[in-house]
């Protein structure tokens, strides 16, 4: 017997009274309206009267939250807490700046922030990795647009544009004089804008393209990329021969700066080059009648013939072959005897470090001087950044591919090795207002935090991941609204700019002394090492000269009879 059934679910009507206004395109018209009996002046001493009690009202709300229940208990479970926590850790994006005209091939290769507008920054465009290679062999020989473009904080148009001869690796503002940079290329070739002749464009306008002042002499300068140049100070100059002057013919301006190239030599330039071949600087260099000839007013000068004012090539203590240099920096500390303040720091292709004094103590032939003081092993790669720290002179950053070290460069120790990073490491900084926290940046588009106030100091603190793209350069500056802003380049061009959380900005109390015990302590464990190592190597000798001396007859007739047997 068959039998069907069928249910249906219970249903029930109902409806809500909820007012439903249809879209439609709506259009406002306005216009200035002056009333008639409009004064001014009255209006004028209104606000004179209402603006100081607005802005007490506005600082009471910006220091007293008044939406905030202190009587609040959070239950079990609530993570509300943990979630504020995490707001304060995280980082604010401020804004991107980049230019789509030059294209869009162009990667950041490295940025300098103005010494005095700490708001402006420039950054080099040279041609991307990716972009050169996908060209092939028919790339190979051309040389690529690169430029330097500058910046200003919540400006979107850039303030001037620097039309570099080859891709620029690395450039700097004068920091007395910040109207000239000066640059190193991929081809060797140094070069010199000036910016003060800038024309304010207006509101619509494409601003043109500076070309440089001044082109070093290809046959005279680096034959290989530059890696690195530096400003000297402003109390610092020397003559053709290297020699520091006297204070007299100091003056507190920088003229003056070193460049190290893969080529193993030291080049050091005065951007006074016309005012030198002229022999209005005679206590720098003393140049013939003949070279003055030709050269009476500016617009004769060749900006294509550029020399160095001094140069060395340092060799290695040890063995032969030419040291290939990719950074440097001068090392600048006070209180120090007049024969360190011609002391720099290089690091080598092949991952050395070295200390050179282009003015050492001995005399004789420029060649056979020793201006390497000591050369110690630093990495396996070539050294990324080379920075002295802003706190404590005597201590440096080398950052390499995998991992970077800490070195006390008054005795050549390294002092610190982080461990090996989990992604490619492209570059490093120290924090300028914390003398225990280290800024690391990755391939990945990350950053890693190194805070040594913490107890794990061998693990980065914090790792932040802030673009999706390859950081490529790094930097700090500030606004009026910030102290501090971490400014970063990508592989695309972009310069980005951040918020870093306040405890990574504000010191902790005392953290200057506790970071220096750090080191000291650092310091004095690998000296102990180094002279367990040295006199353990002492011990495992165990044929010297005296020993040998003290042989018997009869045992040398046996060792002159075995040593007879062996030649033969």
Not at 241 to 253: C, E, P, R
Request: negative net charge.
């Amino acid at each position: 017997m068959n039998h069907a059934f069928t249910q249906i679910p219970q249903s029930v009507s109902s409806s809500s009274q909820t007012v439903y206004n249809r879209q439609v395109n709506k259009a406002t018209s306005y216009d200035i309206v002056i009333p008639s009996n409009y004064d001014e002046q009255e209006l004028l001493d209104t606000l004179k009267r209402v603006a100081p009690l607005l802005e007490g009202a506005l600082q009471d709300n910006a220091v007293v939250d008044i939406f905030v229940d202190y009587l609040d208990i959070p239950e079990k479970g609530d993570t509300s807490i943990f979630r504020r926590a995490e707001e304060d850790e995280a980082v604010k994006a401020l804004g991107n700046y980049a230019d789509l005209k030059l294209g869009d091939n162009l990667e950041v290769h490295c940025m300098d922030v103005h010494p005095i507008e700490k708001d402006m920054i420039a950054v080099s465009l040279c041609q991307a990795r990716l972009a050169s290679e996908s060209k092939g062999i028919s790339s190979f020989g051309k040389s690529s647009p690169a430029f330097i473009v500058g910046w200003k904080l919540g400006n979107q148009t850039p303030e001037f544009y620097l039309r570099s001869p080859e891709d620029c690796f690395v450039f700097h503002f004068n920091p007395s004089q910040p109207h000239l940079i000066v640059a190193g290329c991929r081809n060797g070739t140094v070069a010199l804008w000036d910016t003060s002749k800038v024309n304010k464009c207006r509101r619509g306008e494409t601003k043109s393209a500076i070309e440089p002042i001044l082109k070093s002499n290809p046959e005279h300068g680096p034959k290989r990329t530059v890696g690195d140049l530096c400003w000297l100070p402003p109390h610092i100059h020397i003559n053709a021969q290297g020699q520091i002057l006297h204070q007299d013919f100091v003056s507190k301006t920088s003229f003056q700066f070193f460049t190290v190239s893969g080529d193993g030599q030291i080049y050091f330039w005065d951007v006074r080059f016309l005012e030198i071949i002229q022999g209005k600087l005679p206590h720098i260099a003393k140049v013939k009648q003949s070279s003055k000839q030709g050269f009476d007013t500016d617009d004769d000068f060749p900006v294509a013939k550029w020399l160095p004012l001094f140069k060395i090539k340092p060799k290695r203590l040890q063995g032969s072959g030419e040291i290939s240099f990719c950074r440097a920096f001068f090392l600048n500390i006070e209180n120090e005897l007049k024969f360190k303040r011609s002391q720099i720091v290089v690091s080598s292709e092949e991952g050395d470090l070295l200390s050179v004094d282009w003015c050492p103590k001995s005399e004789g032939d420029t060649e056979s001087q020793d201006y390497v003081q000591w050369l110690k092993k630093d990495h396996n790669r070539p050294c990324l950044n080379l920075s002295q720290s802003p706190f404590f002179p005597d201590f440096v950053l080398s950052v390499s591919d995998w991992n970077f070290h800490l070195w006390h460069v008054t005795e050549g120790l390294l002092v610190f090795s982080s461990p090996m990073a989990e992604s490619s490491i492209t570059g490093g900084i120290w924090s300028p207002t914390r003398p225990g926290v280290i800024y690391v940046t990755t391939v990945d588009g990350s950053i890693e935090i190194w805070d040594f106030m913490t107890e794990g100091c061998y693990a980065p603190h914090k790792t932040m991941p802030l673009i999706p793209s390859s950081i490529t350069a790094v930097d700090f500056t500030s606004s009026a609204s910030s102290s501090q802003i971490l400014v970063v380049g990508d592989e695309r061009g972009v310069l980005h700019m951040f918020e870093l959380p306040a405890h990574f900005v504000h010191p902790y109390p005392h953290e200057q002394d506790y970071m220096q015990k750090f080191l000291t302590r650092e310091v004095n464990c690998h000296s102990m090492l180094v002279e367990r190592s040295n006199e353990k190597s002492k011990k495992n000798c165990t044929i010297t000269i005296e020993e040998t001396n003290c042989l018997t007859e009869e045992e040398e007739i046996i060792f002159l009879e075995l040593e007879r047997d062996f030649l033969s």
